[in-house]
């Protein structure tokens, strides 16, 4: 992105950004270069971060948090820094291009998706008593948050979810099982979306409400981990809900209002994760533009031969007009 575009606080918090991971969290790297340098052991038997991995996000996450840039998107109304989506898009970009990909300690621990995790938007639809028993650890870091929407058979098309929740007295009693659940197996606290109403649902008009659940009660079960292409852990999951009763007082928003509550962290982690590709292909090119002045086929650089000219050109293009 052009930064003469953006406004000069927002750059300033960029750069400031660049030489926190820089002076903080690259020291950090290097004391465990070992732990670190492989999946066999960033990852347990089980696919799960290691214990010794997940401190060391812990402590990132508190660093992060006391530099206030773990907490900077989330909203001014529950102790965030209220930073908006043009800056979103701007410095996840910005500390993607800057970072590149196999950062386990970076992203998104540094900065986390402003829908998954930390002071997610949708906390605001948590009755302000009981979100006030959570903030503070969310904020700090210490704790940390999953957002469960998408199922087997459920992902953009949000109205083919099968979990329910149904009345019981003061709880809600939710059956049902989530995939594809970013920071699910690590989680301490998750927000969970539920059928409520079948006829509203299969209207399309509703009947699906929200609910902030504590990861560690009963009937809340983490079932795996799901390992992507060509490595041996995740950081994404399955959870599966067997009984598990969640108060009332728990609920995120108004009942069989939940997609209207889900779509305020979705559309803000959109933009964030669109702007974090970007960055990495930026990141990319600049591998790619160093290793063509370096690497030589007759006699000279590939970068002089006029095909690996275009190819770079194309890439260049495509990234300036996303």
Same mark, same amino acid.
């Given at each position: 992105?052009?930064?003469?575009?953006?406004?000069?606080?927002?750059?300033?918090?960029?750069?400031?950004?660049?030489?926190?991971?820089?002076?903080?969290?690259?020291?950090?790297?290097?004391?465990?270069?070992?732990? @670190?340098? &492989?999946?066999?052991?960033?990852?347990?038997?089980?696919?799960?971060?290691?214990?010794? %991995?997940?401190? @060391?996000?812990?402590?990132?996450?508190?660093?992060?948090?006391?530099?206030?840039?773990?907490?900077?998107?989330?909203?001014?109304?529950?102790?965030?820094?209220?930073?908006?989506?043009?800056?979103?898009?701007?410095?996840?970009?910005?500390?993607?291009?800057?970072?590149?990909?196999?950062?386990?300690?970076?992203?998104?621990?540094? %900065?986390?998706?402003?829908?998954?995790?930390?002071?997610?938007? %949708?906390?605001?639809?948590?009755?302000?008593?009981?979100?006030?028993?959570?903030?503070?650890?969310?904020?700090?870091?210490?704790?940390?948050?999953?957002?469960? @929407?998408?199922?087997?058979?459920?992902?953009?098309?949000?109205?083919?979810?099968?979990?329910?929740?149904?009345?019981?007295?003061?709880?809600?009693?939710?059956?049902?099982?989530?995939?594809?659940?970013?920071?699910?197996?690590?989680?301490?606290?998750?927000?969970?979306?539920?059928?409520?109403?079948?006829?509203?649902?299969?209207?399309?008009?509703?009947?699906?409400?929200?609910?902030?659940?504590?990861?560690?009660?009963?009937?809340?079960?983490?079932?795996?981990?799901?390992?992507?292409?060509?490595?041996?852990?995740?950081?994404?999951?399955?959870?599966?809900?067997?009984?598990?009763?969640?108060?009332?007082?728990?609920?995120?928003?108004?009942?069989?209002?939940? @997609?209207?509550?889900?779509?305020?962290?979705?559309?803000?982690?959109?933009?964030?994760?669109?702007?974090?590709?970007?960055?990495?292909?930026?990141?990319?090119? %600049?591998?790619?533009?160093?290793?063509?002045?370096?690497?030589?086929?007759?006699?000279?650089?590939?970068?002089?031969?006029?095909?690996?000219?275009?190819?770079?050109?194309?890439?260049? &293009?495509?990234?300036? &007009?996303?």
């Amino acid at each position: 992105m052009n930064s003469t575009l953006i406004p000069e606080e927002i750059v300033q918090i960029g750069e400031s950004l660049i030489r926190f991971v820089d002076q903080e969290i690259v020291p950090i790297e290097e004391d465990n270069k070992a732990l @670190l340098a &492989s999946d066999r052991t960033i990852f347990d038997e089980q696919g799960r971060f290691t214990p010794e %991995v997940e401190a @060391l996000k812990r402590r990132v996450r508190t660093k992060s948090a006391e530099a206030g840039f773990y907490t900077m998107f989330g909203p001014e109304e529950i102790g965030g820094g209220g930073l908006g989506p043009l800056a979103a898009v701007y410095i996840n970009g910005v500390l993607s291009a800057h970072c590149g990909p196999g950062r386990t300690l970076v992203h998104p621990v540094v %900065v986390p998706s402003p829908f998954t995790n930390g002071l997610s938007p %949708v906390l605001t639809s948590l009755d302000p008593q009981v979100r006030g028993l959570y903030l503070p650890a969310l904020a700090s870091g210490e704790k940390t948050l999953c957002f469960g @929407l998408s199922e087997p058979d459920a992902g953009s098309d949000v109205f083919s979810i099968k979990t329910r929740a149904v009345r019981d007295g003061d709880d809600w009693v939710i059956t049902g099982t989530k995939q594809w659940i970013t920071n699910g197996p690590y989680a301490d606290y998750a927000m969970i979306f539920a059928i409520t109403d079948p006829d509203l649902f299969a209207q399309r008009k509703g009947g699906i409400t929200g609910f902030f659940v504590d990861t560690g009660w009963t009937g809340f079960d983490v079932v795996s981990t799901i390992p992507i292409m060509g490595q041996l852990g995740a950081e994404i999951g399955i959870l599966a809900f067997d009984g598990l009763r969640v108060p009332d007082s728990h609920r995120l928003g108004e009942v069989h209002q939940g @997609l209207k509550v889900a779509l305020r962290g979705v559309n803000n982690g959109r933009l964030g994760l669109s702007a974090t590709c970007i960055g990495l292909a930026r990141w990319a090119l %600049v591998q790619a533009l160093e290793y063509a002045k370096v690497r030589k086929t007759f006699g000279q650089p590939i970068g002089e031969h006029q095909a690996v000219q275009i190819l770079l050109a194309e890439s260049a &293009s495509d990234i300036y &007009s996303a």
